[in-house]
């Protein structure tokens, strides 16, 4: 089973950018279907990114569409969500999860990280 980890979370003022990581400890990362969703105070959990098993085919929530970028290096078996121009409203903890398919779906996702906290300040 594939194990998840996220960093890179931590405070920044709106405007700012902070880059995440999702490392995956398993042997079969470049089969896997990953995405980010959130979830802040008092919300929901949200979708975030979607990307596909090749990293060729992303999705994105219309509140980060142009801001955030998601990418993978099937490589290092690392998953990433680049984050510009953020505001107060990014504010949550961010989890990176494996998915059954390419879904936006959270429902959908199975193997989940510990989640990583975003704070940006206004």
């Known amino acids: 089973q594939v194990q998840l980890v996220e960093s890179g979370g931590g405070l920044v003022q709106a405007g700012g950018s902070l880059r995440l990581t999702c490392a995956a400890s398993?042997?079969?990362?470049?089969?896997?279907?990953m995405g980010w969703f959130r979830q802040a105070p008092g919300k929901v959990r949200e979708f975030v990114a979607v990307?596909?098993?090749?990293?060729?085919?992303?999705s994105y929530a219309d509140s980060v569409k142009g801001r955030f970028t998601i990418s993978r290096d099937n490589a290092k078996n690392t998953l990433s969500l680049q984050m510009n121009t953020l505001k107060p409203e990014d504010t949550a903890v961010y989890y990176c999860?494996?998915?059954?398919?390419?879904?936006?779906?959270?429902?959908?996702?199975?193997?989940w990280g510990q989640g990583t906290q975003v704070t940006v300040s206004s």
């Open positions: 398993g042997r079969t990362f470049s089969s896997l279907n």
């Open positions: 990307i596909s098993r090749s990293g060729g085919t992303t």
């Open positions: 999860a494996v998915g059954s398919t390419y879904s936006t779906n959270s429902a959908t996702f199975y193997i």
